[in-house]
């Protein structure tokens, strides 16, 4: 039987301190949430695993490294409105409920976010308003936010994500390479009005459905 709670510290000791993740709230979170309670039973035994974990339908568990990292660049406040795109299972929406003041989770898939609601409410997790949606329309209505999480690799922001950033919001997600290599992580900042975005590190992360090219969003 796995030991989840030492593979949890072994998560946090071995994948994220040694690349650079050190924010103490956000380890701290990382630390305490069961992040195999966020998955089907079956496949509960490679939670820590250094890789995405396959949910079928094209849909993964970010990897935690990847997802830990964007978190940290994205340096959410306490009283910070978050938004969590392809929330999926609910764990990245669930970490930033620790250290943000609300958070609205998208999630086109039903039973992904029916499980996510029912992990959400067990773990007696507050402050996350699940939305049922395509997630490459965000939630205009509850926006803007001070905080975007875009859960897996996208071709690029849809200028309809970016337009609900709220002044000095901040975006992270995966940028696919269209050739099938190596995705970037990238922080987009919206500063004056415009959003600008940069290079962070390189991620293998999977590809989403749903996020196509269509209007273009030059940066």
Partial sequence: ???????????VEGQLRPNRVNDAGLLAALGE?????????????????DDDVPLGNGRFM??????A?????????????????AAGLGYGAAILARLAKSVVAVEADASLAAAAQQTLRDLKVTGVQQIAGQSE??????????VIL????????PKAIADQLAEG?????????????LGVAHLFVKQGGV?????????????????????????
């Fill in 150 to 157: 875009i859960e897996g690799a996208v071709p690029e922001v």
């Fill in 195 to 219: 959003v600008s975005g940069r290079p962070l590190f390189d991620a293998g992360t999977s590809p989403l459905p749903g996020f196509a090219r269509p209007a273009r969003f030059t940066f």
């Fill in 1 to 11: 039987m796995t030991n989840f709670a030492l593979a949890r510290r072994n998560m």
């Fill in 69 to 85: 990292r964007l978190i940290q660049f994205l340096q959410p406040q306490g009283e910070d409105k978050a938004m969590v795109l």
């Fill in 137 to 146: 329309q965000g939630a205009p209505a509850s926006g803007p936010y001070d």
């Fill in 33 to 49: 949430l069961p992040r195999e309670r966020f998955l089907p039973e079956g496949l509960r035994s490679v939670a820590y695993a």
């Fill in 62 to 67: 970010m990897e935690p490294m990847v997802l």
């Fill in 169 to 181: 919001g901040r975006l992270a997600t995966v940028i696919a390479d269209p050739s099938g290599a």
